[in-house]
């Protein structure tokens, strides 16, 4: 058994940048950057540690204050019209972007441009074009560039995908996946980004990647609509909840249809932080699965359900003193930002330069996180935003094909019988 060395400041480094430090920053990529800090192992790397030098906010209040909790020092806090810029100048080996999903495609175009490894969190980007420029920069630059699904690490979903792989579900019929989320996310700690948002593009996109992950397939066609009036004004662009529905065709001939609930507007006093629910039907079984019904209840006078909630999910994230009283914070959400910093690490400290090419080619084909394998779960997403835009414009129950009649995207208003192509090439 390895051991990592007793003064983690002799182990090589990668150092990692951030743009955005919002909850997603607080709930995964700060623990995991406090706790590589001290090193990890790899049979394949050895030991290396991982330190985040920087970031890139609009303001960086949040970033000063995370430097101030923490004791830091030299940590580069960006701000301004050129902060990312600066954090890439500032001598970073890969960046994370945990942004608002509309300004993605910026930073990650940058970081690639600049040759660091990116990792972005879903949705990666809101368009096939956006996508397609991504990756064959990527490609161009020799780096890696993946998203983040953190639910495929869920260990109910993980088990979902293995029973499907070994055929013991055999060919899914349906399915229905729902997410509701308090109004504290929309009313408060998203308050400034929120207009003209959705909370299908937020959080429908796990489910879309776990279905076309777990299932395989082809996408065939898009619908959705939704609710307004809580958030914003009830004709406004901006949703308090989604209907979708994706159509597949898989190898045999025959379809499934998927629906996927999401909403942003949940009293806050809800006693699940956050409602998760999925169901699929097979030609022979059935898999539910429930976050609160799965989990632990909690009651803690004058705590919850505010501060804390009934039901918690100790999966996802939590904090834990251990037996041998080490105190630590894991979960699916903190290991796949770890299993990049891995691959990164793979690709730059596995071995000489003469076989950099073939690691980075072995870490670009895991499908559940590379860019390149996102087409089908971006169609989504670009499908869903623009079937909303023509509902927020007063042209409802628009429907979107996926390389039909029309190629590539194209969408369909009623009444009309000529398209209007989304995107021209094959998905």
């Not at 960046?95 to 300004?103: F, G, I, Q, Y």
């Amino acid at each position: 058994m390895t051991s990592l060395p007793s003064n983690p400041a002799t182990l090589p480094v990668l150092r990692g940048g951030m743009v955005g430090m919002g909850m997603i920053f607080d709930e995964t990529y700060a623990p995991f950057f406090e706790a590589a800090g001290h090193g990890l192992y790899d049979a394949a790397t050895g030991a290396f540690r991982v330190e985040l030098a920087g970031a890139a906010t609009r303001t960086g209040d949040r970033t000063a204050a995370y430097v101030h909790r923490r004791g830091l020092t030299g940590f580069g806090n960006h701000i301004g019209e050129n902060a990312v810029g600066d954090l890439l100048a500032s001598g970073i080996d890969f960046l994370c972007v945990a942004s608002p999903d509309d300004k993605h495609f910026a930073a990650a175009k940058q970081g690639i441009e600049a040759g660091h490894h990116v990792i972005i969190e879903k949705p990666s980007v809101l368009s096939l074009a956006e996508l397609d420029q991504l990756v064959a920069l990527a490609k161009e630059k020799d780096v890696l560039a993946k998203v983040v699904y953190h639910k495929l690490l869920d260990p109910d979903h993980k088990r979902l995908r293995t029973l499907v792989a070994d055929g013991v579900l055999s060919h899914v019929n349906n399915g229905y996946c729902s997410l509701l989320e308090p109004k504290s996310i929309s009313g408060s700690q998203f308050a400034a980004w929120i207009t003209g948002r959705n909370p299908g593009t937020y959080v429908a996109v796990h489910y879309l990647k776990l279905i076309d992950f777990t299932f395989g397939g082809r996408l065939k066609s898009v619908q959705c609509t939704g609710q307004r009036g809580l958030v914003g004004p009830k004709n406004g662009p901006t949703w308090d909840s989604t209907q979708l529905r994706l159509v597949y065709e898989y190898e045999s001939g025959r379809e499934a249809a998927f629906d996927i609930h999401t909403s942003w507007v949940t009293p806050d006093n809800f006693p699940g932080y956050v409602e998760q629910e999925v169901q699929f039907r097979f030609d022979n079984g059935v898999w539910n699965g429930h976050s609160r019904k799965r989990g632990v209840e909690l009651t803690v006078e004058g705590r919850t359900p505010h501060e804390l909630k009934n039901t918690i999910n100790n999966h996802y994230n939590a904090s834990f003193l251990e037996p041998w009283g080490e105190r630590s914070r894991r979960g699916y959400g903190i290991e796949v930002i770890e299993r990049f910093a891995r691959e990164v690490a793979y690709v730059e400290l596995g071995g000489d330069g003469n076989g950099r090419s073939a690691r980075l080619a072995e870490m670009a084909a895991r499908d559940y996180n590379d860019l390149s394998a996102d087409r089908q779960v971006v169609a989504a997403v670009e499908a869903m935003e623009a079937i909303l835009a023509k509902a927020a414009a007063g042209e409802p129950n628009a429907v979107v094909e996926v390389n039909g009649r029309s190629g590539g995207l194209a969408l369909y208003l009623p009444g009309k019988s000529e398209p209007e192509m989304l995107y021209q090439g094959t998905v």
